[in-house]
């Protein structure tokens, strides 16, 4: 089976650009979470999509959103860059029933905003 | 409200050396804990989970035991090689819809 898939893996923007980031989850798999990793602040949490659907979201500006499609590929999108928003971002994908807890992860997107 | 706190890195060690990476979370009820495992370049991998009290978690010879009386979810290894060299995260979720990660702890181990 294959894993969690994101592109592009690294990304050069500029401070008021916007950027888009994907993510293809695990095949079956109808969970999508998206996190935020920077050196300072560790991991932290953007929103989760179940089903097209945001189910959950974290602290973060309006400036960050998503969206998941069908076939539960999901993107994410960041407006108005800021110099502080470069940071890896990681999506992760869960299934259902007994394994619904364990998130699997992609490699991540490295975003660069100068 | 939920957290999760482990400790400061980062640790270094000599190949064959025991470990132990402390975390400690605040949930409500009884939330899953798990044990990831994030290699430079790479997304964070599932190292081992626990989802209840007194449940021990274990892979590839690191153990983490849930106690719920103290919080604690803490990594141990017997004896660390130099590929275990990682960065660390504990994580725990109540309903699996949304999970709380520790900082992460920076791992070195040297020959």
């Known amino acids: 089976k294959a894993g969690v898939t994101q592109t592009p893996r690294y990304l050069i923007k500029t401070r008021g650009q916007q950027v888009t980031l994907s993510c293809s989850p695990i095949s079956g798999h109808r969970s999508v979470s998206w996190y935020q990793q920077t050196p300072g602040q560790g991991l932290q949490f953007l929103f989760e999509?179940?089903?097209?659907?945001?189910?959950n979201k974290g602290n973060f500006p309006g400036r960050f959103s998503g969206r998941q499609f069908s076939n539960s590929r999901s993107e994410m999108n960041v407006s108005t860059l800021e110099l502080g928003d470069s940071a890896l971002y990681l999506c992760?994908?869960?299934?259902?029933?007994?394994?619904?807890?364990?998130?699997?992860f992609g490699p991540g997107t490295r975003l660069t905003v100068t | 409200g939920d957290s999760v706190t482990q400790m400061e890195g980062p640790v270094t060690l000599s190949e064959e050396a025991f470990l132990t990476i402390n975390c400690t979370y605040t949930a409500t009820g009884y939330p899953s804990l798990f044990w990831y495992v994030q290699y430079p370049g790479e997304g964070l991998q599932l190292l081992l989970k626990a989802t209840k009290a007194d449940d021990k978690g274990s892979n590839k010879g690191f153990e983490a035991t849930y106690r719920k009386e103290t919080t604690s979810f803490h990594l141990e290894k017997g004896s660390v090689q130099v590929s275990d060299s990682a960065v660390y995260f504990c994580?725990?979720?109540?309903?699996?819809?949304?999970?709380?990660f520790g900082t992460g702890t920076s791992l070195t181990v040297i020959p």
């Open positions: 999509y179940f089903s097209e659907t945001q189910r």
């Open positions: 994580a725990h979720t109540n309903t699996g819809n949304q999970f709380y």
């Open positions: 992760a994908s869960r299934g259902t029933g007994g394994a619904s807890h364990e998130q699997y």
